[in-house]
């Protein structure tokens, strides 16, 4: 969703942005993170309207492998921005990166620039350029950036990918189910009602349908357009999104999963930081607002074990931010003092896990929407049917 936020930020004053969000909660996480204070925060108009083609949407990871290419070439940072808008098509892209060669042009760091467009470069990416301006090396950040978002981007993918034929096969078989009660249905009822013959309750119930279709067709539609317009309007609203995410968790199979896929994007963005150079407490504090909302309160908590001086191992324990093997290979990080990379291996072992899960789930899934479909629409076909063939026996 798209926020209107007017804010007063360090050096710019007051000023008004426009941020893409999950929620008003994130908008503001978003600018205190910047070190500002939110004014107000309203939900863009736009957001309520048919989203068009005109909007671009700014290519993140593309802009930072070519950059990296052109810095890795030898050419300066200035250098390399001027390339990129000499090449770049797209005037809204280019705008952006002519605004980003300006703030540069005035003397400011490239973190500082990027903060100033903070919709379109997160704060981990702006951490983790900041990191590098204390090192001298900007390539090494940007190889760290690209190889973690190239990971999330194939997890994300796989979990889509899997998904995409039982959610195909369900809808198709929605269709083929409604069109047979709303269409063929009617028609055979108004048939068995001339007969007049003893038929089988389900057929009766059948045929009490089609006529409930046809003498209230468009009443029965408007309830379920309604109740359809109902639902969309509230997957756009965060506290809808967020109860039916607590639901999900609730289920012990797949919120147990659900958890794995969130500690795996969690060690992972947390690993990227760490090796970048962000203390844990900071890096914590940053990842925080990648999770969901019920795991937030466990990182704080984390970060305020850290603070008193326990191990990031037993502190992650006690927040409950870990598994068995997650815990193990965060005390040889902690033995071996690598622990950005141990983070990086342990949201590695979990996104296969994840992987593994996923493939047996849709393996077992398909199988069974087939045979629950082909029950249900067979079931249909055979109580319609069923008259005619007990009809043609009497005959006999």
Not at 130 to 149: C, K, M, V
Not at 283 to 291: D, G, H, I, R
């Amino acid at each position: 969703m798209r926020y209107t936020v007017k804010a007063v930020l360090a050096k710019q004053g007051t000023v008004s942005l426009k941020l893409d969000a999950a929620s008003e909660q994130e908008v503001r996480h978003q600018i205190a993170a910047q070190g500002g204070m939110v004014l107000s925060v309203q939900r863009s108009l736009v957001d309520w309207l048919p989203k068009s083609g005109a909007r671009t949407r700014f290519p993140l990871t593309h802009f930072s492998q070519e950059l990296l290419s052109l810095l890795t070439a030898g050419l300066s940072l200035v250098e390399s921005i001027e390339t990129l808008i000499e090449k770049e098509e797209d005037s809204g892209i280019r705008k952006i990166i002519q605004e980003i060669l300006a703030r540069l042009y005035e003397g400011m760091t490239f973190s500082h620039a990027l903060e100033t467009h903070p919709q379109i470069f997160p704060a981990l990416y702006v951490a983790t350029v900041r990191a590098s301006e204390r090192t001298g090396d900007l390539p090494e950040a940007l190889t760290r950036f690209i190889a973690y978002q190239t990971q999330m981007d194939l997890a994300r993918k796989k979990l889509v990918g899997a998904s995409i034929y039982p959610v195909l096969l369900l809808v198709l078989g929605l269709l083929v189910a409604v069109f047979l009660l709303l269409v063929v249905v009617p028609k055979f009822s108004a048939i068995y009602e001339d007969i007049g013959a003893d038929l089988p309750w389900l057929s009766v119930m059948l045929i009490k349908w089609g006529r409930l279709v046809h003498e209230s067709g468009w009443m029965l539609a408007g309830i379920v357009t309604a109740i359809l317009a109902l639902t969309t309007y509230g997957f756009t609203r965060p506290a809808f999104r967020a109860r039916l995410m607590q639901l999900l968790w609730r289920i012990p199979a797949i919120g147990e999963r659900m958890r794995v896929y969130q500690l795996a994007r969690f060690y992972k963005t947390l690993g990227m930081l760490l090796r970048g150079g962000i203390p844990i407490t900071k890096a914590l504090e940053m990842v925080s607002n990648l999770l969901q909302p019920h795991f937030r309160p466990r990182v704080i908590a984390a970060a305020a074990h850290i603070r008193e001086g326990k191990t990031i191992s037993s502190a992650m324990q006690m927040a409950e931010l870990t598994t068995p093997v997650g815990n193990r290979m965060l005390r040889v990080g902690e033995r071996t003092g690598l622990m950005g990379d141990m983070m990086e291996r342990i949201g590695g072992f979990h996104d296969e896990e994840i992987a593994r899960w996923v493939e047996w789930a849709t393996k077992l899934i398909e199988p069974l929407l087939m045979a629950v479909i082909g029950t249900v629409i067979g079931g249909i076909i055979i109580l319609m049917y069923m008259p005619i063939f007990e009809l043609a026996g009497s005959i006999n």
